[in-house]
Structures are given as C-alpha cells and as structure tokens.
C-alpha cells in the first residue's frame, strides 16, 4: 500500500492493528492454558473478550467512516511478539518464571497497542473522524486499563 495521505496513513494503521487484534485473538488463549496464576489467567480471558469487542468497533468504526476499508495486511510486529510469548511457553517450565515471561510479553503487546491507537486517535481527530476518534479513544482506555492489570498482578509475584 502506498501511503501518499495522512488518511493512506490513518487506514494503514488501521489494518494493521486489525490484523494484530485478530492475531491476539490467537495467542491470548494459548497464554491464558500456559498460565498457572489464577490472576493472570483471568486476566488473559478478561482480554481476550476485549479485544472481540474491540475488532467489533473497528469494524463499527469503518461502517461509520466514509471512505476508510481496511486492508488485507499483515502485522508483522505482533507476529513476531505472539512468537516471542510461544518461545517463553516452550523454553520455561510452567510456574512463576513462566507467568512473569508470559506477563512480560502481554505488557511489549499492550504497549504496542497502546502506541498504535494513540497515534490512530490522533490521526482520526486530525482529518475530522469525530466517532472514529471517540471509538479509538475507548480502545486506547481498554488497553492502558490491561496494562496496569498486569503491572499490578506481575508486582504481587
């Protein structure tokens, strides 16, 4: 896709954290089965009901956003952080190492997200996508609220 407009740049992000949330979709109950915390677990189903609710308002927001279709693409960065979660499920024998890399390499995705609706929140109140910005803005809540979720489970390991 070639980006010319900060709207080429606004949809390409888009796709892209559409491909990522569909990717996490994948990878959150993969962490949650190699998780032994009650706590983390918990919190991995919590996300993973999130982030089905969160593809549902990006797809709301293009239904609501003349103009804006996501693109077929993948997202390699979260491909390459699911790989990295899968890496520490392998390698670390189930227990608490294993949940603190598991907490770690949710935390690199959220701060991911956390980055990538930010700057799509931005980007939509720039061009005028009033409800796409206020859809962005609840996303980008939901993913700082997990964050600190997992901040406060990994400080009572």
């Known amino acids: 896709m070639t980006i010319k407009t900060l709207e080429d740049l606004f ?19 993969k962490m949650a089965r190699a998780a032994t915390d009650e706590k983390l677990i918990a919190a991995f189903q919590q996300h993973l009901e999130e982030t089905q609710g969160q593809i549902e308002r990006i797809d709301q927001l293009v239904e609501s956003t003349e103009g804006v279709k996501i693109k077929r693409m993948k997202c390699h ?12 499920i392998d390698s670390v024998e189930a227990g608490s190492v294993r949940d603190a890399g598991l907490i770690g390499a949710a935390q690199k995705v959220e701060h991911y997200e956390i980055a990538t609706y930010g700057t799509l929140q931005a980007l939509a109140t720039k061009l005028g996508y009033k409800e796409a910005a206020r859809l962005l803005a609840e996303t980008l809540q939901e993913e700082k609220a997990t964050d600190e979720k997992l901040t406060i489970i990994a400080e009572q390991q």
């Open 11 to 29: 949809i390409h992000d888009l796709s892209d954290i559409y491909s990522a949330e569909k990717q996490i979709t994948r990878a959150l109950p």
């Open 77 to 88: 960065a979260l491909e390459g952080l699911a790989e990295e979660a899968q890496e520490i």
